[in-house]
């Protein structure tokens, strides 16, 4: 068995992708080919925004928009502490600071509360200039934008969607991808839409936003690509991997049922044996991971041992927060700065998770605890 199971559905789309791709073959195209503006195209409105730029990776996705907004060096970009590194690395690599903010236990994304008592707390401090705020969509569940946004109205800061684990998720009928001034998406393989190597794409409904993310995706070009007039990257998504995406994105809406038919089957036979998802009313996940809770650390140990002698894959997201990561030393944060976060990393585990998972193979993994 496995975590994610690709395979299955290449299985699936084979015939379909392979001529495509043997279109790209033959008109050499590789990169900036026609697939990715009609990639582009779609996924927009997939979404509901009025642009998107393809680019190189979920990573590049983040950064870009930061540099978009000369964010960097004195100013405070407020995130999660229990996600993956890369949202707290883009903000580092600008040269501005990540101020960390705990979670809320149950939907385990960016608590809208100490939110705003974290800003109130750096204002005052007056070190640090309020710039941003990236909100996760944690396991493909969206964050609390109408919170969130709400308090970067009354602050004034941007608000970057980190939608690399929830392409395809909902709040109250609203695609992520489309909350606060710019989202960013994944396409890392195993991410609910996944190409077949690195990849992400960028949203925004700013025109002058859209521009400025474009010249970046290319060395910061201005009028032409030898012509530079900003800090830029090699940003750009390879014209085989839109044909990917553009071929995966046709069975995509099919996916997602499904993965929340697998989530439902897993709540019913899970809830009396761990703490299964909680997905509050109005929200759909994409179910980027499926993410249960034990009592405690012992239990969970003894229950990986269990999946492991019976050869079933589970995974830790995530074992170490953010703030207590080594590359994150030098920022001052200790051991139960964020109580919340810190628990619930000793207690998650995430067991297989994808679209193509059977009744029976489901029943065997809930029978094995
Ligand atoms: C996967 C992921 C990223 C980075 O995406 P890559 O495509 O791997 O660069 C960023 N943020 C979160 C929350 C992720 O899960």
Redesign the pocket.
């Known amino acids: 068995m496995n975590f994610v199971d690709l395979s299955r559905q290449y299985e699936r789309i084979k015939e379909n992708l392979n001529n495509r791709l043997q279109k790209v073959f033959s008109s050499c195209r590789f990169i900036l080919g026609e697939e990715i503006l009609e990639l582009e195209n779609k996924l927009s409105e997939f979404v509901g925004r009025k642009y998107c730029v393809t680019c190189s990776?979920?990573?590049?996705?983040?950064l870009m928009p930061l540099l978009a907004w000369n964010i960097g060096h004195g100013d405070a970009v407020f995130t999660t502490p229990f996600?993956?590194i890369?949202?707290s690395e883009v903000i580092r690599l600008v040269g501005a600071t990540p101020v960390f903010v705990d979670i809320d236990a149950n939907t385990f994304n960016i608590d809208p509360n100490k939110l705003e008592e974290k800003i109130q707390q750096v204002l005052k401090q007056n070190k640090l200039t309020p710039k941003a705020i990236i909100p996760?969509?944690?396991f493909g569940l969206p964050a609390d934008y109408p919170k969130i946004l709400e308090i970067a109205n009354k602050y004034g800061l941007y608000v970057l969607e980190?939608a690399?684990?929830s392409f395809g998720a909902s709040l109250n009928g609203q695609r992520t991808c489309s909350f606060g001034d710019v989202s960013?998406t994944?396409?890392?393989p195993a991410?609910p839409l996944g190409c077949y190597g690195?990849?992400?794409a960028i949203f925004t409904d700013d025109e002058e936003m859209y521009n400025l993310l474009l010249s970046i995706r290319v060395h910061g070009q201005g009028s032409n690509k030898y012509e530079n007039v900003r800090l830029g990257i090699n940003g750009r998504m390879d014209t085989i991997q839109a044909v990917v995406l553009l071929t995966k994105l046709e069975i995509f809406e099919e996916e997602l049922e499904s993965r929340n038919f697998v989530a439902r089957l897993y709540n019913e036979k899970l809830s009396n044996k761990v703490i299964t998802p909680h997905i509050p009313y109005g929200y759909v996940s994409s179910w980027?991971q499926y993410s249960v809770l034990t009592e405690s650390p012992e239990e969970r140990e003894m229950l990986l041992t269990k999946f492991k002698e019976k050869n079933i894959p589970t995974a830790i997201y995530y074992p170490i927060p953010l703030h207590l990561q080594k590359v994150n030393s030098d920022l001052g944060y200790k051991v139960g700065d964020f109580p919340v976060a810190e628990d619930v990393s000793k207690r998650i585990f995430s067991l297989p998770m994808h679209p193509y998972l059977t009744e029976s193979e489901i029943e065997m993994i809930a029978n094995a605890i």
């Open positions: 990776s979920g990573t590049d996705a983040l996600t993956f890369a949202t996760v969509d944690l980190d690399a684990q960013a994944s396409f890392f991410k690195d990849g992400g980027a």
